[in-house]
């Protein structure tokens, strides 16, 4: 079971989250997003979608994950965001720099069996550091070896394979617009793959 105890970022969203609600005024938009269009990219904290793609609430949905990457999760939101809301354009937006490209699926499963605590980076790969042995550590545990992480080996062709799976995807109109671009983390730049 997860820690439930106090947390101080925990007090800090609320407290903010009270400041937004005392001038909120957007109670009246409407679900469908403005511009008809979503956003699959990556949970990076580096980048803010509502910035480089220059959105306000209400414009665009917007669904993250680790490596912006098309897993079926990822396609079962943006089939809903057709069916449902109406969007007709999708842009998979992946980045430079991501961890995603820093390790392979082996590798995440092979970390997790031995230790399901945070692992660090020392400049060439992933590690679990030593730690002592306490009661209330987890064991690690085998079953990341089941689950597909869907890491980075080549970021141009990893955008480019995301494009084509969603748009040949069985349950995906062939009329929706699906485009791939890169984000650079150093300069906040975005370029448009082509085809």
């Known amino acids: 079971m997860a820690n439930s105890g106090n947390s101080k970022n925990l007090n800090a969203i ?25 956003v699959l990219t990556c949970m990076d904290a ?6 480089f793609a220059g959105l306000n609430e209400g414009d665009a949905h ?19 965001s057709h069916k449902f809301l109406g969007t007709t354009e999708w842009f998979v937006i992946q980045h430079t720099g991501c961890g ?5 699926d082996q590798q995440i499963a092979e ?22 042995q306490s009661d209330n550590k987890k064991a690690g545990s085998d079953l990341g070896r089941s689950m597909h992480w869907h890491t980075i080996a080549d970021l141009h062709q990893s955008v480019l394979d995301d494009v ?32």
């Not at 917007?62 to 809903?80: E, H, M, Y």
């Not at 995603?100 to 392979?104: C, D, I, P, Q």
């Open 14 to 38: 609320m407290t903010a989250n009270s400041a937004y609600a005392e001038t909120f005024k957007k109670g009246d938009l409407p679900s469908p997003p403005a511009r008809n269009f979503a």
């Open 46 to 51: 580096r980048m803010d979608p509502a910035k």
């Open 164 to 195: 084509h799976l969603i748009a040949n995807h069985p349950l995906v109109p062939s009329h929706i617009v699906v485009k791939g671009l890169i984000y650079d983390v150093a300069t906040g730049q975005l370029t448009l793959l082509s085809d």
């Open 62 to 80: 917007v669904i993250r994950n680790a490596g912006g990457r098309a897993s079926d999760d990822a396609i079962r939101s943006l089939i809903i």
């Open 111 to 132: 970390l997790l069996e031995e230790d399901l605590e945070t692992a660090v980076h020392n400049g060439e790969c992933w590690e679990n550091p030593q730690r002592e």
């Open 100 to 104: 995603m490209a820093t390790v392979s």
